[in-house]
């Protein structure tokens, strides 16, 4: 199991629910690479309302506007891998926006009982 505890780094992946990678959603894409590379986890959490560069709205309570809600895909890890993942970044995303934050990790861990993979 990865041990993470004290100073690390998350980083924020703002993208649009609708948006694509080779005909997948595009959250998919990155959570399989952050996986591929060996990240400490990935979380995708759909907005229910929010705007972007275009300053367009997009809300669930509007339901010609719900089908591009905001997506954030987060990721806490160590500096060092959370910046080798970058570039794939850089390829994957056209538009959107990503932020690094500096964190202190107070625990993590597999479930008692599970292994992690």
Known sequence: M???EGPAVRLSIFV?????WRHRPLYHE???RAREAGLAG???VRGIEGFGAA???HTSRILSLSEDLPV???IVDAEE???????QLDELVTEGLVV???????RYGAPRGEAAP
């Open 81 to 87: 891998p959370i910046r080798a993942f970058l570039p």
């Open 42 to 44: 990935a979380s995708v």
């Open 72 to 74: 954030v895909i987060v």
């Open 100 to 106: 690094l934050d500096p964190v202190e990790v107070i």
């Open 2 to 4: 990865m041990k993470i």
């Open 55 to 57: 300053s367009r709205i």
């Open 16 to 20: 649009g629910e609708s948006d694509q």
């Open 30 to 32: 990155i959570v399989r």
